[in-house]
């Protein structure tokens, strides 16, 4: 059993930044991809930030060049540094991890950006 604990959430005004953490703990025997997703009131989950085996990085064009996804093997965590923070970045951020035909998610954390 995989258990993925996200931290790092908060309350931010608009051009802040907030660094989210997700630590993985468990049996991980393969990990293809981490990723973070989030979710706003009203809105389907929407796909983040992807980070693969090999260290490959894809981001959500709404976030690019302002989100930074990167981990610390030897700590088994992820990381989504997120700057220039918008309002419209509100949401719940989940992390979530493909180990072949299996996923694992946190429990989510908060961010809320205030205008």
């Known amino acids: 059993q995989v258990q993925l604990v996200e931290s790092g959430g908060g309350l931010v005004q608009a051009g802040g930044s907030l660094r989210l953490s997700c630590a993985a703990s468990?049996?991980?025997?393969?990990?293809?991809?981490m990723n973070w997703y989030r979710q706003a009131p009203g809105k389907q989950r929407e796909l983040v930030a992807t980070i693969t085996s090999g260290g490959s990085t894809n981001y959500a064009d709404s976030v690019k060049g302002r989100f930074t996804i990167s981990r610390d093997n030897a700590k088994s965590t992820v990381y989504l540094q997120m700057n220039s923070l918008k309002p419209e970045d509100t949401a719940v951020y989940y992390c979530?991890?493909?180990?072949?035909?299996?996923?694992?998610w946190g429990q989510g954390t908060q961010v809320t950006v205030s205008s």
């Open positions: 979530n991890m493909v180990a072949g035909l299996l996923r694992y």
């Open positions: 468990g049996s991980i025997i393969s990990i293809n991809a």
